[in-house]
């Protein structure tokens, strides 16, 4: 009991004491580290709205002072950098759904590049795929022809005249009468020589285009050519067994001459007249009306008649056949080529004028091969 009685009377004591170092000015000691058990990261600037997702665990009280960079840093990984048209009304990309799949109909095989798109990069060259030239098969102009004045008269002919052939001043002139008038529009004489040499009536000129060589074909199916100063053809083919009315001289090769015969031949010959030799013949199935010659690059295009009134494009000299243009009702009897190489025109007998682009450009005749893709559309003109 004694010892009982002693603890009690002492406990005011010792409480008192506690008080007192609790309410003391007690300071840690400055090598005393407090640790605790984990480390709980604060959230409080993550823009979950960012991804909308529901009851995002975002607090506008407590905000850490990186918040703002770090969405700006979010956003432009995401998103790209902030352009007006990709905010919408608060400052957040307009397409929130980062996760949504985009199917692509189309790649660029600059995207399979491990230097991206970056054009600029020294060293690297991007050769993109060459995609084959395609000929539009409808004829793609609206004409109107324009007023024409007389400005001569020339004549010389007995019968009608069925073939024309400009070399500079000088017009060439093919009749029925059998003969070819040289005609220089500078002389007051309506021919300055007459060429005498076929059968029966010339229906086919051509001048070569260095000047110096004339190519006729006449109704007698004979071939002829002539230099400037004869009066008789200096060279003579007959293999043709049909009227030669196609004359086509190459612009790539000097010499090279190609001649279409008609319906008992539809046969399209090559002759080199440097060398006087027959190089090759392909037969196209349809009556030749036509011929003429790409500038731009080693094409040919000719019209038919009976049967089949096609316009067909040639790759020379494999003879593959890069087009067949349909659209007349009748024979293609006139062509023409515009000055740039690019496009031709055709006129028949079913009273019609038709406009095609068949070669490409000259800038790309040492690139692409093909027959490149043009817009088009198609007009009758009567």
Known sequence: MADSSLNLENLPSRTMHINRMINSNYSRTPSRTIYSDRFIPSRSGSNFALFDI??????????????????????????????????????????????????????????????????????????????????????????????????RTLEGHRLRVGALAWSSSVLSSGSRDKSILQRDIRA??????????????????????????????????????????????????????AAVKAIAWSPHLHGLLASGGGTADRCIRFWNTTTNTHLSCMDTGSQVCNLVWSKNVNELVSTHGYSQNQIIVWRYPTMSKLATLTGHTYRVLYLAI???????????????????????SPKSQNTDSEIGASSFGRTTIR
């Open 54 to 151: 529901s009851n995002s665990p975002t607090s506008a009280e407590g905000k850490e002072d990186g918040s703002g960079t770090y969405n700006s840093l979010l956003r432009a990984a995401l998103f790209g950098p902030d352009t007006p048209d990709k905010k919408d009304s608060f400052g957040l990309p307009a397409n929130r759904n980062i996760f949504r799949y985009k199917t692509e109909t189309k790649r660029s095989l600059h995207s399979l590049s491990p230097f991206g798109l970056d054009e600029s990069v020294p060293g690297i060259t991007h050769s993109p795929v060459k995609a084959p030239r395609k000929v539009p098969r409808s004829p793609y102009k609206i004409w109107d022809a324009s007023r024409c004045r007389r400005v």
């Open 188 to 241: 007051q004489d309506d021919f300055v020589s007459k060429l005498s040499g076929h059968k029966s009536e010339v229906c086919g000129l051509k001048w070569s285009y260095d000047n110096r060589e004339l190519a006729s074909g006449g109704n007698d199916n004979k071939l002829f050519v002539w230099n400037q100063h004869s009066t008789q053809p200096v060279l003579k083919y007959c293999e043709h067994t």
């Open 338 to 360: 515009s000055p740039d190489g690019q496009t031709i025109v055709t006129g028949a007998g079913d009273e019609t004028l038709r406009f095609w682009n068949v070669f490409p």
